[in-house]
């Protein structure tokens, strides 16, 4: 069964620092994998998704996320955090069920961005 | 944005009462899903509908069923709602979502729910 872990339920940088939020996934089949950004009281939005090709994926904002198969691996990256991203993340990964795709979702990470 | 929309956005009710979500979409998307957003557990997933009719239970599922009568429309109802069903309900909507592939859902703003 696929799931995913996100390490850190919340993270603290300051503005122009980088950001790193951790997700590993396990899965038993290559995976499709998404990062969301979720600002207060809305629905999420996705930032970048991976599913087969380039290990390192561009998303919106600045963001970036690198496919590691042999560490399980796909966090979150942006060289500098502005005080706009201070948001909760999500990384899923998606599972196959009874035919039809589905996405498991890690706890999140909230960012927290300070000046 | 996607054109997802659900109602009601806030709702408090009484425990043992009936309660129907509804998510409406204008993007004619075959896949529609039913989320909870829980403090500590993300996003879990409750219902989902691969096509008119045709639905399928997540993770969750318990004390929930769903109804999509119509491509637009896809209802959560709770049959007689729990205190523990307190929460906030997300409906996504995606494109693809068959075998083998998996297109990026897109999610309605959310409906709080508060049962006392």
């Known amino acids: 069964a696929q799931s995913v872990t996100q390490l850190g339920s919340h993270v603290s940088v300051s503005e122009g620092a980088l950001v790193l939020l951790r997700c590993n996934y396990s899965s038993s089949v290559p995976p499709y994998l998404f990062w969301y950004v979720q600002y207060p009281n809305q629905g999420l939005q996705l930032l970048l998704k991976y599913t087969t090709g380039a290990t390192l994926v561009k998303g919106i904002n600045g963001f970036e996320a690198e496919f590691k198969k042999s560490e399980t691996s796909f966090h979150l990256t942006k060289p500098s955090a502005h005080m706009s991203d201070a948001a909760e993340y999500f990384c899923a990964v998606a599972l196959m069920n009874s035919g039809y795709s589905t996405l498991t979702f890690g706890k999140g990470t909230m960012l927290l961005v300070s000046p | 944005d996607a054109g997802i929309t659900q109602s009601p956005r806030h709702k408090v009710t009484e425990t043992g009462t009936p309660v129907t979500l509804r998510c409406h979409q204008t993007?004619?998307?075959?896949?529609m899903y039913w989320y909870r957003q829980d403090p500590g557990h993300g996003l879990r997933l409750i219902h989902y509908?691969?096509?008119?009719?045709?639905?399928d239970k997540g993770e969750v599922s318990d004390g929930y069923s769903v109804s999509r009568s119509k491509t637009e429309d896809f209802l959560l109802t709770l049959e007689s709602a729990t205190s523990s069903q307190t929460s906030v309900y997300f409906c996504a909507i995606s494109e693809q979502g068959g075998l083998g592939s998996m297109d990026e859902q897109y999610f309605g703003p959310g409906t709080r729910l508060t049962v006392t």
């Open positions: 509908s691969y096509g008119v009719k045709d639905t």
């Open positions: 993007e004619n998307h075959r896949y």
